[in-house]
């Protein structure tokens, strides 16, 4: 948290509409700042440089169960219909934002009925009952199954036993393109979500087969630009959504290595704002909640890759002291507790001045979980680019979390958050797999409950 008597970044640039909206935020995330050191009562005062002691916010998750049951069950206003679309995506934000919070008591076997509703009878599911098949709803479905399949709730698995992986598995070749992208409805768009959408369904629910990857690895390699980040199609701009799509995709394939990997670092290392700690989505955009997420993760999927490259070019015990999460996690959580969490509602927002939301709780939780994680993937995985996809060789970070492998499985599922060396008065959260982006016990089991059927496609 820089806190400086100094002209803003943007205060030496040329006034445009972009660079005043910038200024704007800045002006209004400095003032946050300082107000918090005073109300805080810090040692230090507000402003007086670098270094100077910052006190932990308390992280009270005791009204966030209130909004997310709200977000989920209460009747929304015609201003929102819209939305309509979207309801399996409201499912998943708000169960993913509860796993991490610890809070999983909601109705889920009606969540569950809903999505076994929504399930379309030539496979896929849409956002609601009745509604075309599209992709994006098809993830959100089958990862919030996953996460309500806890014992207790459910016997036998039964969510995961509803989705149909045959139709599925028919669903998802008939998006497939020639030039090995995949649309994300009949008739749809082409683009690297669509990858991402499909490929992570197929390798969580166990139907991948080397048809469905065949050009895949190679369409999205094409999405990477100039400026390293990935793009939604060859050509287009650089993007943060689109380059956690691409590079969680290829993860989930243990193909990371098909992309430029120093030139991917730098792009997502500059997304991280300098005064404002959170991350932009792209060049010359404001800061964002939701790109904790989306960039954050994209360096926690690095983090093997540069542990591996730290061991390299370092000694061992030097190495060993190193942080393979190369952006700044403390200022990352500045960002997320004193500018974004609004403690009465129980939800983050976007940046200060939006209104809270679902959306924006379930990725700066998940964001919260990438700046604690290391280790998402064992480290040769982002050094190795597979020419074929070999269905008998299990991809490397399948090793790591279903703990049969060479990985080490000893990474510990809740744990405090860590605010400035304080873990004192914040809550006790669960933490995410990065390529998923669904809770890692979770996440685990679902795994292994797909590996345990077989895959009826090969
Ligand atoms: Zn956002």
């Given at each position: 948290m820089a806190l400086r008597n100094k002209a803003l970044p943007c205060d030496d640039l040329s006034s445009t509409p972009t660079l005043n909206a910038q200024r704007k935020?800045?002006?209004?995330?400095?003032?946050?700042?300082?107000?918090?050191?005073?109300?805080?009562?810090?040692?230090?005062?507000?402003?007086?440089?670098?270094?100077?002691?910052?006190?932990?916010?308390?992280?009270?998750?005791?009204?966030?169960?209130?909004?997310?049951?709200?977000?989920?069950?209460?009747?929304?206003?015609?201003?929102?219909?819209?939305?309509?679309?979207?309801r399996a995506w409201i499912t998943f934000w708000c169960t993913q934002a509860g796993a991490l919070a610890n809070i999983t008591n909601f109705d889920a076997r009606s969540i569950m009925d809903f999505l076994r509703l929504s399930q379309h009878p030539d496979g896929g599911f849409g956002g609601g009952p009745g509604l075309l098949a599209h992709l994006a709803p098809t993830y959100a479905a089958v990862a919030t199954l996953v996460n309500l399949n806890r014992?207790?709730?459910?016997?036998?698995?039964?969510?995961?036993?509803?989705?149909?992986?045959?139709?599925?598995?028919?669903?998802?070749?008939?998006?497939?393109?020639?030039?090995?992208?995949?649309?994300?409805?009949?008739?749809?768009?082409?683009?690297?979500?669509?990858?991402?959408?499909?490929?992570?369904?197929?390798?969580?629910?166990n139907i991948l087969t080397p048809e469905l990857l065949e050009g895949a690895v190679d369409w999205i390699a094409q999405c990477q630009t100039y400026e390293g980040g990935l793009a939604g199609r060859p050509g287009l701009e650089a993007h943060g959504g689109y380059t956690y799509c691409g590079v969680a995709a290829l993860a989930c394939v243990g193909a990371i290595g098909a992309l430029d990997i120093d030139a991917l670092t730098y792009w997502a290392l500059q997304r991280q704002m300098s005064l404002e700690g959170g991350f932009q989505?792209?060049?010359?955009?404001?800061?964002?909640?939701?790109?904790?997420?989306?960039?954050?993760?994209?360096?926690?999927?690095?983090?093997?890759?540069?542990?591996?490259?730290?061991?390299?070019?370092?000694?061992?015990?030097?190495?060993?002291?190193?942080?393979?999460i190369l952006f700044d996690r403390a200022s990352?959580?500045?960002?997320?507790?004193?500018?974004?969490?609004?403690?009465?509602?129980?939800?983050?927002?976007?940046?200060?001045?939006?209104?809270?939301?679902?959306?924006?709780?379930?990725?700066?939780?998940s964001g919260v979980s990438v700046a604690h994680s290391v280790d998402d993937l064992p480290s040769q995985s982002g050094l190795e680019r597979p020419l074929a996809f070999d269905p008998v060789k299990v991809p490397p970070f399948l090793q790591h979390v279903t703990g049969d492998g060479?990985?080490?499985?000893?990474?510990?599922?809740?744990?405090?958050?860590?605010?400035?060396?304080?873990?004192?008065?914040?809550?006790?959260?669960?933490?995410?797999?990065?390529?998923?982006?669904?809770?890692?016990?979770?996440?685990?089991?679902?795994?292994?409950?797909?590996?345990?059927?077989?895959?009826p496609m090969m």
């Amino acid at each position: 948290m820089a806190l400086r008597n100094k002209a803003l970044p943007c205060d030496d640039l040329s006034s445009t509409p972009t660079l005043n909206a910038q200024r704007k935020v800045e002006e209004e995330i400095l003032s946050n700042y300082q107000a918090f050191l005073q109300q805080h009562g810090s040692s230090a005062e507000a402003g007086s440089g670098d270094g100077a002691p910052i006190p932990a916010p308390t992280f009270d998750v005791s009204n966030m169960k209130a909004f997310l049951r709200n977000s989920m069950f209460r009747p929304m206003s015609s201003a929102f219909s819209s939305l309509d679309g979207s309801r399996a995506w409201i499912t998943f934000w708000c169960t993913q934002a509860g796993a991490l919070a610890n809070i999983t008591n909601f109705d889920a076997r009606s969540i569950m009925d809903f999505l076994r509703l929504s399930q379309h009878p030539d496979g896929g599911f849409g956002g609601g009952p009745g509604l075309l098949a599209h992709l994006a709803p098809t993830y959100a479905a089958v990862a919030t199954l996953v996460n309500l399949n806890r014992e207790g709730v459910f016997e036998d698995d039964e969510p995961l036993r509803l989705i149909d992986r045959e139709s599925l598995y028919r669903w998802l070749m008939s998006l497939k393109t020639p030039e090995g992208s995949f649309a994300v409805h009949h008739d749809g768009e082409c683009d690297v979500r669509g990858s991402y959408l499909a490929l992570s369904v197929a390798q969580m629910t166990n139907i991948l087969t080397p048809e469905l990857l065949e050009g895949a690895v190679d369409w999205i390699a094409q999405c990477q630009t100039y400026e390293g980040g990935l793009a939604g199609r060859p050509g287009l701009e650089a993007h943060g959504g689109y380059t956690y799509c691409g590079v969680a995709a290829l993860a989930c394939v243990g193909a990371i290595g098909a992309l430029d990997i120093d030139a991917l670092t730098y792009w997502a290392l500059q997304r991280q704002m300098s005064l404002e700690g959170g991350f932009q989505g792209r060049t010359n955009k404001l800061v964002d909640s939701c790109y904790s997420f989306w960039c954050g993760a994209v360096l926690a999927l690095l983090s093997g890759t540069t542990r591996s490259v730290m061991a390299a070019e370092t000694s061992a015990s030097l190495a060993s002291h190193m942080d393979p999460i190369l952006f700044d996690r403390a200022s990352l959580l500045d960002y997320l507790f004193v500018q974004c969490y609004d403690a009465s509602g129980g939800g983050f927002k976007d940046k200060p001045s939006s209104r809270l939301d679902a959306y924006h709780t379930c990725y700066s939780l998940s964001g919260v979980s990438v700046a604690h994680s290391v280790d998402d993937l064992p480290s040769q995985s982002g050094l190795e680019r597979p020419l074929a996809f070999d269905p008998v060789k299990v991809p490397p970070f399948l090793q790591h979390v279903t703990g049969d492998g060479a990985g080490t499985g000893a990474t510990p599922f809740k744990y405090p958050v860590i605010y400035r060396g304080r873990s004192r008065d914040l809550a006790l959260l669960s933490s995410t797999n990065a390529i998923f982006n669904i809770e890692r016990n979770q996440c685990r089991k679902g795994l292994e409950f797909f590996r345990s059927l077989g895959n009826p496609m090969m």
